[in-house]
């Protein structure tokens, strides 16, 4: 049977990193935003937005999160930070949380703390040394179980296992989450995001 459909072969050799970048990210969506704490050693909480974070394992429970160089080779402080302590906590964010995960991802000082600039509360984690911020929605305490390397820039797959979990009262029933109460967002291409309020059931 003949295919209805047409299509457009796109060959990312023809990209520069930037390009091929920007197509990846608004090809694969939507995907789940982490927004992950981290305490350095002089107790200064770093809070850092991630375009997304990915169930490994169940057994045991592993996440994770790939952390790209910046464009100029250096790590980024969440890399440093977990690689140091071996303790992180990744949050889902929802769509009240918007503008303060676009506020974590400004490039402050280094004196300056993403938390109190975007104006979030933190709560001591119990497994964990790094806080939780209150605002979010699901909480993941996690321990570094490993760190792998993939691609020419070095990016790197960072790998927690969950020691503690926490929601906000009222989502959980049972072993399910209610993504209508939860409403995470979704990162899209660019600036745009998406919401789990809008379910489908075929």
Known sequence: MTSPYSFESVDLAQFGHEDRYKFLMASVIPRPIALVTTLGADGFVNAA?????????VDPPL???SVARRDDGSIKDTYR?????????IHTVDTAMAKQVQQCSAALGPTQSEVEHAGLYLVPSIKVKPPRIAQAPI???????????????????????VVQTHSREG???????????ADILGRLGGGVYCSSTVIIKP
């Open 49 to 57: 937005p991630f375009s997304s974070f990915v169930v490994l394992s």
């Open 63 to 65: 996440l994770g999160i």
């Open 81 to 89: 930070l977990v690689e140091a302590s071996g303790e992180f906590v």
């Open 139 to 161: 909480h993941f305490e996690c321990k570094l179980h490993r760190i792998e390397y993939f691609g020419d820039r070095r990016s790197a797959l960072i790998v927690g296992e």
């Open 171 to 181: 989502l959980v029933h049972g072993h399910r989450v209610d993504p209508l109460e």
